[in-house]
């Protein structure tokens, strides 16, 4: 059954089309967020909240829900203070890998800048290394 919208659902709406739209228009997702509180901040459960939209990016079939997403790829760089990427206090990482495969994006490689309240600097250089060479082999790939 298609139930029409009212005006004031429509408006309700707005930001969630437009945020759908901007994940629908590009191949590369970057993610960049700080772990708090052992687990996503707020304003990055927001946005996966206006991302999570029935028919628009996941479905519902017999087999269960299925992503809608398709040949996206995610960058996620996390930053911690003291909480270890991976570790059983890391409530972060396990939620957003299962939220990007329910969307339908299962090409994800996280970067952990982790535990940086003890880091003498070397982590966050080996980060920075890491992100670079992202840029160098997109330039490989346009030469
Ligand atoms: C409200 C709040 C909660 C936080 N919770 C955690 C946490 O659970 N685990 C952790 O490792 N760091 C936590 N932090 C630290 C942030 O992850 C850290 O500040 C962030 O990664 C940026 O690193 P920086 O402070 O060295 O710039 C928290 C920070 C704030 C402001």
Redesign the pocket.
Known sequence: MIVKKTFEQKEALKLSDTIVEDVNNHDTIVIST?????SAPAVLKAWADMVARVNKTFSYTENGPVGLLKDKKAYVVI?????KVGSEIDFFTPWMKHFLKFIGITDVEFISADQ?MSDDGTKLQLVKNQIDELFVDDKKEVA
């Open positions: 700080p772990i708090y509180n052992f930053s911690s203070g003291g909480t940086l």
